[in-house]
């Protein structure tokens, strides 16, 4: 086989064998096939598309480039999470534990964040000494016995992925759908859980900026999935504006820690009830809709969700005594009002630019050896939707200096769209692929 071939196959719109692609894709791991025809074959990609049996063929292909976790030591079901990426999604902070309440496991690796967007690592390490370099079998048998485990992925799982994917960025070829599908798909069966739920952003801070693309993209996450043999839900939901009100590492896990306390009745407790409701149904643990969600709000209103977290973070060397006195977590010395120049209605805060400005006060990375400052960051004060006085305050800094701090301001409220007239929000839950 020749790459040549395979790359002036697809750009005529060809279809590409299973052989073809195990072929390319084994090629280009090893180090046979050069970054220049991987890249030609990535915009080929992107501009002809893969139909599902090609995008299946590649995700497998992917997926057996590296390493994979065997669960089969832990008792029950196991379920993983994943979201396409947001601004202020704390989601696996609370999701996690909630559902380990309800009886169903949850082994889930994550990254660290990178540009405006925020990894679980990075807000998990605001806890003195949590540790999320955990090996293996005690990762196992964390999940096995507190009922869930988030760590940094230490197994070389999908080093075809970890390639393809660092090429696309720097080729204008991540927005592909069965790029994107293949390359989450590869990773989310490499970690090895029964059950796999998927929150698909749309909206203007997502991949997929329209409602159509999301639901295309959910289709044929669920599909793969299912040839894969996985059960696979994606819940598309709105990225219009940040989830949750704190962006920024210390400050999320605040957000979270009231979310686990009942505290917290907005839309990041929204979204985790729907993922969590999906993980029940798809696991077994409750009949149906309303009896799943009943034992999630029955998890926080209890105080088990809490005492999970709790358990969770002591099983990696934290210290829980943030748990229960959140003030005890890392903070800013500087904090500085944001006043609104003019009334309205919120119409949209853009997410990106909100990440951004946690970035520039230090909480985000501009390239992957950056340190984070887990202290700073934004709570915004004002959702779409909300009715604004002149002068009131959208959202509060948390910097490390004054000056960063007045910079930070005129960014933030440059992220808010205003309205003359009243605002309906768009329901978060746009609807559920399975
Ligand atoms: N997340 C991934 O892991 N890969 C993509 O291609 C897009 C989002």
């Known amino acids: 086989m020749r790459m040549t071939d395979l790359i002036q196959k697809k750009r005529d719109g060809g279809v590409l064998s299973g052989e073809e692609i195990r072929w390319m894709i084994q090629g280009y ?88 967007t925020g990894g679980t690592i990075d807000k998990l390490e605001s806890f003195p000494g949590f540790s999320t370099s955990i090996a293996e079998d005690a990762f196992l048998r964390q999940v096995d016995q507190v009922g869930f485990a988030i760590a940094g992925q230490t197994a070389e799982l999908c ?17 592909s759908m069965p790029l994107i599908v293949s390359s989450i798909l590869c990773k989310k069966l490499a970690a090895g859980a029964d059950v796999i739920v998927l929150d698909v952003k749309s909206g203007s801070g997502a991949f997929m900026q329209t409602e159509e693309d999301a639901f295309g993209l959910a289709r044929a996450l669920t599909e793969v999935g299912r040839r894969a043999e996985k059960k696979v839900v994606a819940v598309v939901t709105d990225m219009d504006e940040p989830l949750g009100n704190a962006v920024g590492n210390a400050l999320e896990v605040k957000e979270a820690l009231a979310a686990l306390r009942g505290e917290y009745k907005g839309d990041l407790m929204e979204l985790c009830l729907t993922l969590g ?59 500085v009002e944001v006043p609104a120049r003019s009334g309205g209605h919120v119409k949209r805060i853009h997410a990106e630019s909100v990440g951004l400005v946690s970035m520039r006060l230090g909480g985000g990375r501009a390239a992957k050896e950056d340190t984070v400052d887990l202290a700073v960051g934004v709570v915004l004060h004002k959702k779409v939707g909300d009715a604004v006085e002149p002068g009131e305050s959208l959202g509060t800094i948390h910097a490390r200096t004054q000056q960063a701090a007045q910079e930070a301001a005129d960014m933030l409220r440059d992220c808010y769209e205003l309205s003359p007239q009243a605002v309906t929000r768009a329901p978060l839950i746009k609807g559920v692929v399975k």
Do not use: W
Not at 279 to 288: K, M, V
Not at 307 to 318: D, L, P, R, S, Y
């Open 29 to 116: 791991t090893k180090g046979d096939i050069p970054d220049y025809q991987m890249s030609a074959m990535a915009m080929a990609i992107y501009f002809k598309g893969m139909d599902i049996e090609e995008t299946y063929a590649l995700t497998m292909a992917m997926l057996n480039s590296g390493d994979k976790i065997d669960l089969s030591a832990v008792s029950g079901v196991k379920a993983d999470k994943h979201s396409t990426g947001g601004v202020g999604d704390k989601t696996s902070l609370v999701l996690c534990p909630m559902v380990a309440a309800c009886g169903v496991k949850m082994a889930k690796l994550s990254g660290r964040g990178l540009g405006h």
């Open 159 to 175: 080093p075809a992925d970890k390639k393809l994917y660092a090429l696309r960025d720097v080729t204008a070829t991540v927005a």
């Open 277 to 335: 409701t999906q993980i029940l149904r798809e696991g077994g643990a409750a009949d149906d809709d309303g009896q799943a969600r009943a034992m999630l709000e029955n998890a926080i209103a209890s105080g088990a969700a809490l005492e999970k977290f709790a358990q969770f973070v002591k099983a990696q060397g934290g210290d829980t005594a943030a748990v229960y006195d959140p003030s005890l977590l890392p903070q800013a010395p500087i904090t």
